[in-house]
Nanobody, 119 residues
């Protein structure tokens, strides 16, 4: 079965850095688009960053220049390097795997990892 396991969350002071990892299994990772989403208390889940199977990346405007998404196809892992963290980055961060099967979009989610940025 498909598993996405996030790690790397925690408590950090404003201005600090964290690196999130998401290890995937049960999917053809090399041909799957991967993304990081986040959900803050009382808010909707939002896309933070995405990376396609060919390595094309996109970012939410508020994290451009601070966050970097990358993937290691040999390890079936996607990363999110987060620098210059701000209190408003506090949220549960979720890993997403997205692909199309017979024209139908398929999405899988991890259970999330909590990032708390103190001011």
């Amino acid at each position: 079965q498909v598993q996405l396991v996030e790690s790397g969350g925690g408590l950090v002071q404003a201005g600090g850095s964290l690196r999130l990892s998401c290890a995937a299994s049960g999917i053809v990772f090399v041909s799957t688009s991967m993304g990081w989403y986040r959900q803050a208390p009382g808010k909707q889940r939002e896309l933070v960053a995405g990376i396609t199977s060919s390595g094309v990346t996109n970012y939410q405007e508020s994290v451009k220049g601070r966050f970097t998404i990358s993937r290691d196809n040999a390890r079936n892992t996607v990363y999110l390097q987060m620098n210059s963290l701000k209190p408003e980055d506090t949220a549960v961060y979720y890993c997403n795997a997205h692909f199309t099967w017979l024209t139908k979009p398929i999405d899988y989610w991890g259970k999330g990892t909590l990032v708390t940025v103190s001011s």
